[in-house]
């Protein structure tokens, strides 16, 4: 029992729900947008504006930001605050009139939500020990992004939606990341968060990180990643609803089963790379995803086709492999956040804020399987790309 309540064990919770949070909130959009789109008119292109625009603060202050508190050694506190303004601003977008308000809201959310993944990792990978990296990378992101905001969220908020409204909805979400930035505070310890290093060591610059050859190709398969999982999610709520004919009630239950999913294979898939090596098990969970897409659209209605979304929707498990555990082994410790960060910001620019614009723009134009199209190419090029990663996995 005591060595289940290590320290480590209890920072991987704390940071697995405050992150599980902040995914929850990001993904509100999401999945109410079956409601918004009925209140605000919105359209496709709005839809993807609403995602894009957070993802673009997002990119802009996941490296920035975590960049400055690694360099000024203010970790922690950059930390906190942002579960705070994101907490607030969640709470805010439920008091939108207006698209351009509501997108307001969502772009304040992005930037405090970005440095919150890189320091979480940050945090995690300094406490890790040997052998449990790929682990308690996968746990983070599955217990945390995974149980909270793809599992739980799409269920709880439909359902809370359909009984109290949109914007009802969006208040009670907002209470719990206060509480937790309230817990972060008191729990975490300085050592944990700050650095020891020297004036002469802060750590590299931008230039030096991209030196690293596994950085180079863990950007381009991060961009790639975040197109196939923010084009899909952007837009299956409504495909599922206008193309299938299904009931608005069914979409929290189907967003769910693919939370389950990521659940599973984002644990599951870093604890193999632990055994086995990062570099094979990215290969064949990205290549596995390309299916994922085609899934949607070519299999609508019958009776395989949540089999197979199931299965295929594992790629995600790839996710913490590439954006953590191979930057958290290929650089040093003082520039974990900040090379995170990159990758992270990197991904959320490309897949985040201009492939859901130009999906939607698709969408208008020749129908609402395009962005699936999209999807399934992104899936395609990280499969390709992953072949030149170089294995970072050390064995002990």
């Not at 269920?155 to 509480?179: D, N, Q, Y």
């Amino acid at each position: 029992m005591n060595k289940l309540l290590t320290y480590e064990n209890k920072l991987l919770a704390l940071m697995s729900v405050t992150f599980g949070l902040v995914f929850m909130d990001r993904m509100a959009v999401a999945y109410l947008s079956p409601f918004i789109i009925k209140d605000l008119s919105l359209n496709n292109t709005q839809i993807g504006l609403l995602v894009s625009g957070l993802s673009f603060t997002w990119a802009f202050s996941g490296y920035f930001l975590t960049a400055w508190s690694e360099a000024n050694n203010k970790k922690k506190i950059v930390f906190v605050l942002s579960v705070v303004v994101f907490s607030l601003c969640s709470i805010s977008s439920g008091l939108a009139a207006s698209f351009g308000i509501l997108l307001l809201t969502r772009l304040l959310m992005g930037l405090s939500e970005g440095p919150t993944l890189p320091l979480i990792q940050s945090f995690i990978a300094k406490e890790s020990s040997k052998g449990r990296l790929g682990f308690n990378m996968g746990f983070l992101q599955s217990f945390g992004s995974t149980l909270f905001g793809f599992l739980i969220a799409p269920i709880l908020l439909v359902a809370l939606a359909e009984k109290l409204g949109w914007r009802s909805t969006f208040f009670i979400v907002g209470i719990p990341g206060l509480i937790l930035a309230f817990i972060n505070w008191n729990f975490v310890k300085n050592s944990t968060t700050e650095s020891t290093h020297t004036q002469e060591d802060q750590g590299l610059s931008f230039g030096e990180i991209m030196q690293f050859r596994n950085i180079k190709v863990a950007v381009l398969l991060s961009c790639c990643l975040m197109v196939w999982m923010n084009c899909c999610i952007a837009f299956l709520p409504k495909f599922i609803v206008e193309v299938q004919g299904l009931p608005e009630g069914e979409v929290g239950e189907i967003l769910g089963l693919m939370g389950l999913s990521s659940l599973f294979s984002g644990i599951i898939v870093p604890t193999l790379s632990d055994k086995f090596g990062r570099k094979p098990l990215v290969i064949i969970f990205c290549l596995i995803g390309i299916f994922y897409p085609l899934s949607i659209i070519l299999l609508q209605n019958s009776s395989v086709q949540l089999p197979a979304m199931f299965f295929t929707y594992s790629m995600f498990g790839a996710v913490p492999v590439v954006f953590s555990a191979i930057p958290s082994e290929t650089l040093p410790i003082n520039s974990t956040g900040k090379g995170i960060g990159f990758i992270a910001g990197a991904g959320e620019f490309v897949g985040g804020v201009l492939a859901p614009v130009i999906a939607g723009i698709l969408a208008d134009k020749y129908g609402m399987t395009m962005p699936f199209y999209v999807a399934a190419v992104a899936a395609l090029i990280a499969f390709l790309a992953s072949f030149s990663f170089t294995e970072t996995k050390k064995k002990f």
